[in-house]
């Protein structure tokens, strides 16, 4: 393992999601962090926005781990071409290595794996077990809009600080999430 300097997480869905822009995204993410000189550490699926990025980054000459436990093998196909593979015995260890493998982490849309490790990231940093730098939520086509107002709400009736809600930050644009990665490692 080399050093995590400008190694992120992304965490995304193994499907392909309804919209064609998801796809598009994830892809256009992959290629501009490998442009960008980041490596990425992600779930090693070659199935739908895991693949779409991995490809993306892949294409561009990018740096790509793969973190799994084996028994995922059967349900998700994994990525032939990753840089580098790690197998793991379970979803757990797999949050914590990549967490570990890391300085921050992207959330692309996904489902309850992707809101899963989103929310361990900014659980363990709000409870100082934690120490991504970042964490942000690529807001493809406004699919996070409700979740920033449900953080809004958590805070409003008195669950979340101030600090905790700013733990985390929400871009549209990639070419902005990447600046702002950038702004913790500069």
Request: include cysteine; charged fraction near 20%.
């Amino acid at each position: 393992m080399e050093n995590r300097t400008k190694t992120v997480a992304v965490y995304c869905a193994s499907r392909t999601g309804a919209k064609d822009i998801y796809m598009e995204q994830a892809f256009a993410l992959g290629q501009a962090l490998a442009k960008a000189g980041w490596r990425i550490v992600y779930g090693g699926s070659i199935s739908g926005l895991m693949g779409a990025m991995a490809n993306g980054a892949l294409e561009s000459g990018g740096h790509v781990i793969g973190v799994y436990p084996p028994f995922i093998e059967d349900k998700e196909i994994l990525h032939p071409n990753l840089t580098e593979l790690y197998p793991v015995a379970s979803m757990a260890e797999r949050k914590t290595l990549m967490e570990k493998l890391s300085i921050g982490s992207i959330s692309l849309p996904g489902g309850s794996g992707t809101m899963d490790e989103f929310f361990e990231v900014i659980t363990n940093k709000a409870i100082g077990a934690g120490d991504h730098q970042f964490s942000i939520l690529h807001n493809v086509d406004g699919f996070y809009d409700p979740l920033q107002l449900f953080f809004t709400k958590m805070k409003d009736e008195g669950f979340l600080s101030s600090q905790t809600i700013n733990m985390w930050h929400c871009e549209r644009n990639i070419q902005a999430l990447i600046a702002r990665m950038e702004s913790f490692i500069n």
